[in-house]
Structures are given as C-alpha cells and as structure tokens.
C-alpha cells in the first residue's frame, strides 16, 4: 500500500489499527519494561491533541510501545521508554505529532 492510498484511507475511516491484519501486530515489542529507555533520546515527541484524528497508527507503528492509548482513544506519550525515532511523527496523516529537542 503506497503512503498517499494510506493517508486517504486514515482520513476517510478506512483504514484503522483495528483493521490491520494480525500478523502486523508485534506481540512483545523489544523494549523490556523492566528497563526505562527513555533516557537515551534526543529528541521527543510532542502530539496536539487538538489536530489528533484519534487514527492509532502512532500506536501501532510505534516499535517501543511508548504511545500509550487513553479511555477515549487519543494518545499520549510515555516518555520513560520513548527514545525519540520519530516514527510517530513520520506516520501521523494529520501531522499532529511533532519532535522537540530533549
């Protein structure tokens, strides 16, 4: 699926986190919980809520599990294993997630 055929999915309710294929889903992601890595980043992200279309791919795509999902289906970042990639900000169809410098 090319990003642009994604992107207009997200945006027309297509295409969501719950209708990705379950061998897309990484049962135990690589970062241990026992384990706070958030120090290592130099760069964080920062999501606006107001411009969040509440689509989950930051969740999804996100290889630390560091985007934490809320009651309400928005997110919020849990910086004590976020090592700032990045990727959030890179699959975000409504660029609502930005990086600042740590």
Do not use: H
């Amino acid at each position: 699926m090319s990003a642009r055929k994604l992107v207009d999915d997200v945006l027309k309710g297509r295409f969501t986190y719950k209708t990705l294929p379950i061998a897309a889903a990484i049962p135990n992601p690589p970062t241990s919980l026992e384990n706070k890595t958030g120090m290592w980043r130099v760069q964080e992200p920062v999501i606006d809520q107001s411009k969040c279309i509440k689509c989950l791919l930051c969740w999804t795509y996100c290889p630390d599990a560091s985007i934490k999902r809320r009651d309400d289906d928005g997110v919020e970042v849990d910086y004590d294993y976020c090592k700032g990639c990045g990727i959030c900000m890179t699959v975000c169809p409504v660029k609502a997630i930005s990086m600042r410098e740590v």
